[in-house]
């Protein structure tokens, strides 16, 4: 092998220009981690910095999604703009995910990128539909929309209408969509269907849209949460078993105390004998 | 006057009177006939059509053959191809794809190390238009100047990506790559990618003759390599006819590789055995006196 100062020189130069190259690219990558709020992956898509890596930008997803509803980024105009060029993405308001039983997006997927353990389209979490404008949305002014109440295919799970008063009139209710995050595949057909001009709805993604509660928490009213905490027998309360005269407890069985009658009754049968 | 000083003129400022390279291949079509003077570069314009042609039957007329795009596709709903690069970049990000990516990428590795990696290059890749649009454009506007950066730089940029990718998790490549760009732009539609296809176009022209394809290219580095033993290979297997017009050279995108087997320099074999060859045939065309042939690798004769 030519190890002499020519060839290493230059071999160090071509070394540091490629290496220049791939860190520009790397860095034009950058912004594309940044994915715009309403540009929606496809169920079953990884965490976005590993599905950037994982995808191929090859469109087999997009070719077997059938309401055609995912697109490749292409540079162009509004929101493909700010997309990873070349991956697929929705846009709720425009067509929303149909959440197709067989999923055939995932399973066109080569790499997994959109992953292949997602076989019940109801787990999966596109995002998490939120309802970020109270002030315009017709049931928060008193009326009966329920559009995407109604729309929503996991319905009375991932949106419910919760019945409160209506302080203005003090008289009639009010229905509120509420969401439950943890029903909602994030398919944005509640968005999609929205009557305002402007969806008061909005499918976010779940970093936006979720907090995350300190993983220390335990909920104890859940009984899976009770799992690795101690727990504490109940406290046995010292009641008798058999009716004592006099005595008011209620014993272990539930039934009630002493009682006077019955026992006059058995020992009357008792001296009988 | 010594190969290399021919392929020196025929690709700088070629002065008069015999200004070899822009005339290239006029002297083979007054000889063979237009046909047989450019029946390998219309073969390959008709591969590229129809490689585009099949994949977008399926969105224009319902008619699917074959989904996807050149980065990963599924013909007849069997078939998987995988991108050999795209895939590495994957696999250098440590995610572990599923297995038909990896059968496609095997299908597409086992068939071009047969017939020549770069047979890729030349015979699907739709920027070869663009950089043969652009050395034919420097040839008819003359213009010589130009500085390529070396060979191998994009042997080092392919391994650089790579680097990259592990480290930043990411497909880097994918973000720029103007090969999978402009397919992916003639597949499902995007105007502004074909920006990438114009910057190659330009750098082609004005910056570095030749210069993408056969310097920067990290997709074209992979095929090379995985064409590093191919069977099928162009041969100078009647280098006694050749009357030294040069006009190879000019064509060539990759004319270093002629020189050896040509002259027979150190003894070397009919065969051009550089895998940087990419089996296009244009120097087939454009001889007057038929000096190359496709072949096997292993043929030793000339004549």
Partial sequence: MDLSRRTVLQAAASAGTAGLIASGAALLGRPALARPAQALRPPGAIAEEHFLGACLRCGLCVRDCPPGNLKLSTWGAGMARDVAIGTPYFEARQIPCEMCESIPCVKACPTGALDHSLTDINRARMGVAVLVDQENCLNFLGLRCDVCYRVCPVIDKAITLEKVSNPRSDRHAMLLPTVHAQDCTGCGKCEKSCVLERSAIKVLPLEIARGELGHHYRKGWEPGSRAGRPSFDLPVQRVPGQPVPGDLAPLRSGRPPYDPEAAASANAARASR | ?303
């Fill in chain 2, 1 to 303: 006057m010594n190969a290399a000083s021919i392929a020196n003129r025929s690709l700088g400022a070629a002065p008069t009177p015999a200004a070899p390279g822009q005339a290239a291949g006029r002297e083979a079509v007054r000889v063979k006939g237009w046909w047989r003077a450019n029946r390998f570069l219309v073969l390959r314009r008709l591969a590229q059509a129809s490689v585009f042609a099949a994949f977008l039957l399926g969105p224009w007329a319902g008619i699917w053959i074959v989904k996807g795009n050149l980065s990963a596709s599924l013909t007849l709903d069997v078939l998987p191809l995988t991108d050999p690069f795209v895939l590495a970049q994957v696999l250098a990000t440590r995610h572990l794809p599923e297995t038909r990516a990896l059968i496609g990428a095997a299908v597409v590795i086992a068939f071009y190390a047969l017939v020549g990696g770069r047979v890729f290059c030349s015979w699907v890749c739709p920027l070869n238009v663009v950089t043969d649009a652009a050395a034919w454009a420097r040839r008819r506007l003359r213009i010589g100047t130009g500085r390529v950066p070396r060979g191998t730089l994009r042997y080092w940029l392919a391994g650089a990506v790579l680097v990259a990718s592990a480290i930043t998790g990411q497909a880097v490549w994918e973000f720029v790559n103007p090969v999978s760009m402009t397919q992916r732009a003639l597949i499902f539609g995007g105007a502004l990618a074909w920006g990438a296809a114009a910057a190659v176009f330009l750098f082609d022209l004005l910056v570095a003759p030749r210069g993408w394809c056969g310097h920067v290219c990290p997709v074209g580095a992979t095929y090379a390599l995985i064409g590093h033993c191919s069977v099928l290979r162009v041969a100078a297997s009647h280098s006694s006819r050749c009357n030294d017009c040069a006009d190879c050279y000019a064509v060539c995108p990759e004319p270093q590789v002629i020189v050896g087997p040509l002259k027979g320099k150190g003894g070397a074999g009919p065969v051009i055995t550089d895998r940087a060859c990419t089996n296009c045939g244009r120097c087939i065309d454009v001889c007057s006196t038929d000096v190359f042939t496709f072949t096997h690798r292993l043929q030793t004769t000339r004549d």
